[in-house]
């Protein structure tokens, strides 16, 4: 398994409040993505990193942002968390030499409730 | 734009039946194409992915699926479905040059005993 580490694994959040999530990764790779998940959706990217503080917006960016002052961590900020935020939101990697080909590797995922 | 639909929300076969999932794109030059699968309670894992090579790729767990591009398709196939393989599958596509992937909504398979 890819080493991908994220945390916390379960969060519960009033609306408002500001909330930070870590992926964390052993493996060196240069992309990192973050993902959220809900049903009838699939996985819809919500902000990557092509490397150290390089990021970019995925389709579902707005009320997120990331930062990425190391290689081997991505964190993913709500600044004033919704309802509509409520998801589980997963950490992805892939090496960065290959191109659209390449495969990623996911995290196990952080389920995140906004109440 | 690039985009995939996947036919079927869920779909139920008994153990020892075919099983076949949907996957369908939309894309202005030939993509790389993806089926990852995802058990309960966890992240994503690739099954296959099909990079022009050939056309019928195998995956894991005796997977495979074919890219028809006339039919702009990449179903997902296994002969005999084993209780192990109840899961939620994805279907997605990466436009050439870039480092995007756009994911299906997914197909939820049941295998019964």
């Known amino acids: 398994d890819a080493g991908i580490t994220q945390s916390p694994r379960h969060k519960v959040t009033e609306t408002g409040t500001p909330v930070t999530l870590r992926c964390h990764q052993t493996?060196?790779?240069?992309?990192m993505y973050w993902y959220r998940q809900d049903p009838g959706h699939g996985l819809r990217l919500i902000h990557y990193?092509?490397?150290?503080?390089?990021?970019d917006k995925g389709e579902v960016s707005d009320g997120y942002s990331v930062s990425r002052s190391k290689t081997e961590d991505f964190l993913l900020t709500l600044e004033s968390a919704t309802s509509s935020q409520t998801s589980v939101y997963f950490c992805?990697?892939?090496?960065?030499?290959?191109?659209?080909?390449?495969?990623?590797?996911f995290g196990p995922g952080t389920r995140l409730l906004v109440l | 734009a690039q985009s995939v639909t996947q036919l079927g929300s869920h779909v139920s076969v008994s153990e020892g039946a075919l099983v076949l999932l949907r996957c369908n794109y939309s894309?202005?030059?030939?993509?790389?194409l993806f089926w990852y699968v995802q058990y309960p309670n966890q992240g994503l894992q690739l099954l296959l992915k099909?990079?022009?090579?050939?056309?019928l790729v195998k995956g894991i767990n005796g997977f495979e699926a074919e890219f028809k591009k006339s039919e702009t398709s990449f179903h997902l196939t296994k002969p005999s479905a084993h209780m192990s393989d109840a899961a939620e599958y994805f279907c997605?596509?990466?436009?050439?040059?870039?480092?995007?992937?756009?994911f299906g909504a997914g197909t939820r398979l049941f295998v019964k005993a």
């Open positions: 990193s092509y490397g150290v503080k390089d990021t």
């Open positions: 992805a990697i892939s090496e960065g030499t290959s191109g659209a080909q390449e495969t990623q590797y």
């Open positions: 493996e060196n790779h240069r992309y």
């Open positions: 894309s202005s030059v030939p993509p790389y």
């Open positions: 099909y990079t022009s090579a050939a056309t």
């Open positions: 997605a596509v990466s436009p050439p040059g870039g480092f995007k992937t756009i």
